[in-house]
């Protein structure tokens, strides 16, 4: 299955100001595009042909980093560009994924609080999220072009915390840039679909 670049599922310039089109031109047709084209080029004869990109990434980990860390980041931008969406973040959640942030993460505050702590601390590049694991919600950070799946957990939120992403923008205000994707930019109805999926 050769990887493929998605198109935007909204118009370059539709989640200022929170993030610039140039910041998307950039991270969408320049890095992530790099991610495909590396990635089919390392998928050739990797045995792994054919594969789901999902099991492209779990069985490439640990075994092939090349391949990985370009399926890792593509699996990651994929959804990465459907967890924002204009008018986005802010408090008024889905029922479902509100009353886990409530049993399992201390309500919405502490979450908030929590996810941009981690992305914060994650040192170097990489990605903060929301897990689903053993059925819990936990935050969780991880390098590169790692993500839940090679831990046992299912992502459903993930803010990529590499420079590329936020440095036109926010220069190095991390946090800032964090802010704003919990605030202004999560798409809590992605979240709810892909909860939905895993359960």
């Known amino acids: 299955m050769a990887f493929e670049l998605p198109p935007l599922p909204y118009a370059y310039d539709a989640l200022g100001p929170y993030m610039s089109a140039e910041t998307l031109e950039y991270h969408h047709d320049k890095h992530h595009l790099a991610y495909v084209n590396n990635g089919n080029n390392l998928l050739k004869d990797s045995g792994l042909e054919g ?19 370009n399926a890792g980041q593509h699996f990651n931008h994929i959804h990465f560009w459907k ?57 969780t950070k991880t390098p590169n072009g790692e993500n839940p799946l090679v831990h046992g957990g299912v992502p459903l939120l993930g803010v990529d915390v590499w420079e590329h992403s936020y440095y036109i923008d926010y220069r190095n205000l991390r946090p800032k840039y964090l802010e704003a994707f919990v605030d202004s930019l999560i798409n809590w109805d992605y979240v709810l679909e892909l909860y939905e999926a895993a359960v």
């Open 51 to 69: 594969k789901s990109l999902e099991e492209i990434v779990k069985e490439s980990y640990g075994k092939n980093a090349g391949l990985f860390n």
């Open 83 to 139: 967890w924002m969406k204009p008018n986005g973040g802010g408090k008024s959640l889905p029922g479902k994924i509100q009353a886990k942030i409530d049993s399992d993460l201390g309500g919405y505050d502490k979450f908030r609080t929590d996810f941009v702590q981690a992305g914060v601390t994650q040192f170097g590049s990489g990605w903060a999220w929301l897990t689903l694991k053993d059925g819990k919600f936990v935050i």
